[in-house]
Nanobody, 130 residues
Framework: QLQLVESGGGLVQPGGSLRLSCAASGFTFDYYAIGWFRQAPGKGREGVSCISSSGLSTSYADSVKGRFTISRDNARNTVYLQMSSLNPEDTAVYYC???????????????????????WGQGTQVTVSS
């Protein structure tokens, strides 16, 4: 059974950092591209970043470019999202998602698109507040 589990969320002060993890199980992890998304209260789900199955290609939304870094460790079946210089606008539930096909994000450098991903985690809450 394919499963994605996010962790690492929490409460952080503005300017602080967090590292989110997305642990995968039940499938051949290194065949899958991974995307990070977020959903703030009252808003739609937004693509944040993606990484190709090999880890060689990454992409970011403009709102997080230069502050967030996505990486993966295929030996540990885990993708990370290192977030720094956090601000209150980053407050959201963060989700990771997986797909075995090539995605627009990986091919063009655009932010990940929700509808292109097949498998989703349950999300982890990130709150940026003083």
């Amino acid at each position: 059974q394919l499963q994605l589990v996010e962790s690492g969320g929490g409460l952080v002060q503005p300017g602080g950092s967090l590292r989110l993890s997305c642990a995968a199980s039940g499938f051949t992890f290194d065949y899958y591209a991974i995307g990070w998304f977020r959903q703030a209260p009252g808003k739609g789900r937004e693509g944040v970043s993606c990484i190709s199955s090999s880890g060689l290609s990454t992409s970011y939304a403009d709102s997080v470019k230069g502050r967030f870094t996505i990486s993966r460790d295929n030996a540990r079946n885990t993708v990370y999202l290192q977030m720094s210089s956090l601000n209150p606008e980053d407050t959201a539930v963060y989700y990771c998602a997986a797909v075995s096909r090539r995605t627009t994000c990986v091919m063009t450098g655009a932010p990940p698109i929700t509808g292109e991903y097949d498998y989703w985690g349950q999300g982890t809450q990130v709150t940026v507040s003083s």
